[in-house]
């Protein structure tokens, strides 16, 4: 029996292993893209497949897009609908003539079950959970409902040890709310 076509597959398998296994950095909820406006954090990982954000205050927001393009006023849309990558999906909501109860509600469904966000033109950026805490961690964010020294002080170990995870969840377990104080789009 010939051991060389044996071999040479089990070269070319370990070959394919080691090289997918150090192409890139494992993609964790904490490196992956998300989009934030003012709040940064916490993060809710499952805002990434559910908007939990009221009917209501997305209805109004739909309301004011739809009503601004109807109107043909060029340029004056204060809100757009995005995924998490940060791509703008307005369009696909766009309508010719004033949506009926009916039709405004299965936009509010696709909005809230894929997760899209309705977000200020303006102020809306995508980032990751890491890059905000990173900036947390650097003076460049504020909180609210505690000092950004206490913040800094009771999660100084998880930093140091990238335990992402572990601020976040102090974060909310503490009702922290974490702001960025001069949102600016980054896309």
Request: hydrophobic residues 35%; contains cysteine.
């Amino acid at each position: 029996m010939n051991k060389r076509p044996i071999t040479l597959l089990l070269l070319l398998i370990l070959s394919v292993m080691s090289i997918s296994g150090c192409t890139r950095e494992e993609e964790t909820i904490y490196n992956r893209s998300i989009v934030v406006d003012t709040q940064v954090l916490p993060f809710y990982e499952s805002s990434l497949t559910y908007n939990a954000e009221p009917e209501e205050e997305i209805r109004t927001k739909l309301y004011t897009i739809l009503n601004e393009t109807l109107a043909n006023l060029p340029g004056s849309i204060d809100y757009v609908i995005v995924n998490h990558e940060g791509e703008d999906l307005t369009d696909e909501f766009l309508v010719e003539k004033s949506p009926s109860h009916n039709e405004m509600r299965e936009m509010i469904t696709k909005i809230k079950e894929n997760g899209y966000l309705v977000v200020s033109k303006d102020a809306y950026r995508v980032t990751t959970i890491e890059k905000e805490i990173d900036a947390l961690f650097d003076g460049k964010r504020q909180v609210v409902s505690a000092t950004l020294e206490k913040v800094l002080q009771d999660n100084r170990e998880a930093y140091k040890n990238k335990d992402y995870q572990a601020i976040n969840l102090y974060l909310r377990k503490n009702s922290i709310k974490v702001y960025d104080p001069l949102p600016t789009q980054n896309n």
